[in-house]
């Protein structure tokens, strides 16, 4: 199980750093990804980072605003964003799973997510 946090409401072109943590004491697998969930729309995959080599893969509409990374003394993965816009707002998750041949997969529990709005 983990737990997101650092969500808010921020303007359009600001920046938020959403943390999450494992429930436990340390991640229960090797990789963790976020997702994020728009009203109305499916949960989409935003970006993995892998806990042992720390390589990390983003969707193409967030490279170059967005960055996971990984702190293993707290057991923490972050996602900063940055130059945030209307389209950015949303539900987001983060969940751990594996990557097999560069794709993220996971049967594990959701969290509850953190809301990020983004205002025009």
């Known amino acids: 199980q983990v737990v997101e946090s650092g969500g808010g409401l921020v303007q359009a072109g600001g920046s938020l750093r959403l943390s999450c943590s494992a429930s436990e004491r340390t991640f229960s697998d090797d990789a963790v990804a976020w997702f994020r969930q728009a009203p109305g729309k499916d949960r989409k995959f935003v970006g993995w980072?892998?806990?042992?080599?720390?390589?990390?893969h983003l969707v193409d509409s967030v490279k170059g605003r967005f960055a996971i990374s990984h702190n293993d003394a707290k057991n923490t993965v972050y996602l900063q964003m940055n130059s945030l816009n209307h389209e950015d707002t949303a539900l987001y998750y983060c969940?751990?799973?594996?990557?097999?041949?560069?794709?993220?997969?996971?049967?594990?529990?959701w969290g509850q997510g953190t809301q990020v709005t983004v205002s025009s």
């Open positions: 969940v751990t799973g594996g990557v097999y041949d560069g794709k993220f997969l996971s049967d594990d529990d």
């Open positions: 980072i892998s806990l042992s080599g720390g390589t990390t």
